[in-house]
């Protein structure tokens, strides 16, 4: 299937500072790159998401950039916030197509 | 309305029972998944089904078995429980299989094997 790497593991930053998390991914032919967003006893919820035919997408504060040559895409949040706290995952499809494979998430934490 | 619903919420039981976990949708996908998450926030996936076929089963063990009676319900069942079958299960679904859809969870079935 897909291996999808995602980094850092954790990552803590101060209220209104920005936060970079970075993935990538080994399919070439992947073509759909979601961000899932879970807080604690939550569900995975889909917060934004790229696919090959585009760079960059904005929403608000949260960005995803895609660099398909080097197979790798990342989200940028900024102006953090502490609800922005939570674990963050990428993900990408499988080779087959059938199924989305996940990075092993990064832990947000934003201080005040 | 909730678009995935999982039932129960909480599952607690002993080593060597079987038990079930029930999933619905009600956005009208085609495909439905369950993943397992264990204590370390690691999303596996581990059954697809599309229009009530199996896609994929990646490498899980016979003891599970899902059951897709229509292609708005994946249930899925566990034989003869081991401490290690002990994580969050979610089901999901997505509108398509053809790899550029997203997936939207069930609230998840958070599964103790004592």
């Known amino acids: 299937g897909e291996n999808v790497e995602q980094h850092p593991s954790t990552l803590s930053v101060q209220e209104g500072d920005s936060a970079v998390i970075k993935c990538t991914y080994s399919?070439?032919?992947?073509?759909?790159f979601p961000w899932y967003k879970q807080e604690l006893g939550k569900r995975p919820q889909l917060i934004i998401d790229?696919?090959?035919?585009?760079g960059e997408k904005k929403d608000q504060r949260i960005a995803v950039t895609l660099n398909k040559t080097a197979k790798h895409f990342s989200l940028h949040i900024t102006e953090t916030q502490p609800e922005d706290s939570a674990v963050y995952f990428c993900a990408a499809y499988s080779n087959s197509g059938y199924a989305l494979n996940f990075g092993k998430g990064t832990s947000l934490l934003v201080t005040p | 309305d909730t678009a995935v619903s999982q039932t129960p919420k909480y599952l607690v039981t002993q080593m060597g029972n079987d038990k079930s976990i029930k999933c619905e949708q009600n956005?009208?996908?085609?495909?439905m998944y369950w993943y397992k998450q264990d204590s370390k926030k690691f999303l596996k996936i581990m059954f697809s089904y599309n229009n009530k076929e199996l896609i994929i089963n990646e490498t899980v063990p016979n003891r599970f078995s899902p059951k897709s009676p229509d292609k708005a319900h994946l249930n899925l069942h566990i034989n003869s429980l081991e401490l290690g079958d002990s994580a969050v299960y979610f089901c999901?679904?997505?509108?398509?299989?053809?790899?550029?859809?997203?997936?939207?969870f069930g609230n998840g079935t958070r599964l103790t094997v004592t």
């Open positions: 790229i696919r090959s035919n585009v």
């Open positions: 399919d070439s032919a992947s073509n759909y």
């Open positions: 956005l009208g996908h085609d495909t």
């Open positions: 999901a679904s997505s509108q398509v299989w053809r790899g550029d859809s997203p997936l939207h």
